[in-house]
């Protein structure tokens, strides 16, 4: 089992920038992959950046060159640093792990970009 707790999310306008937290009730290293999905209203949950237990990276297209993911392995604790963020980047955001096949997530934090 892996508990997830996300922090960081707000009301920003846009240009600006947040940082996302989300610490999990276990070693990374024993995660094989840590993530975050978004969800926006009327619309399905997507892949916004991954970070596999070897270090490589994923975004979504959409955030390339804008939002960075990190690892602070000491504190278990997986980071989503959102700049440059649009109006189009609202929704809840879900930090994500996948341990041993299992998917795991957390209980969502709401960013909200004003124009």
């Known amino acids: 089992q892996v508990q997830l707790v996300e922090s960081g999310g707000g009301l920003v306008q846009a240009g600006g920038s947040l940082r996302l937290s989300c610490a999990a009730s276990r070693s990374i290293f024993s995660i094989n992959v840590m993530g975050w999905y978004r969800q926006a209203p009327g619309k399905q949950r997507e892949l916004v950046a991954a970070i596999a237990s070897g270090g490589s990276t994923n975004y979504a297209d959409s955030v390339k060159g804008r939002f960075t993911i990190s690892i602070n392995n000491a504190k278990n604790t997986v980071y989503l640093q959102m700049n440059s963020l649009k109006p189009d980047d609202t929704a809840v955001y879900y930090c994500?792990?996948?341990?041993?096949?299992?998917?795991?997530w957390g209980q969502g934090t709401q960013v909200t970009v004003s124009s």
């Open positions: 994500n792990a996948i341990r041993r096949g299992d998917y795991y």
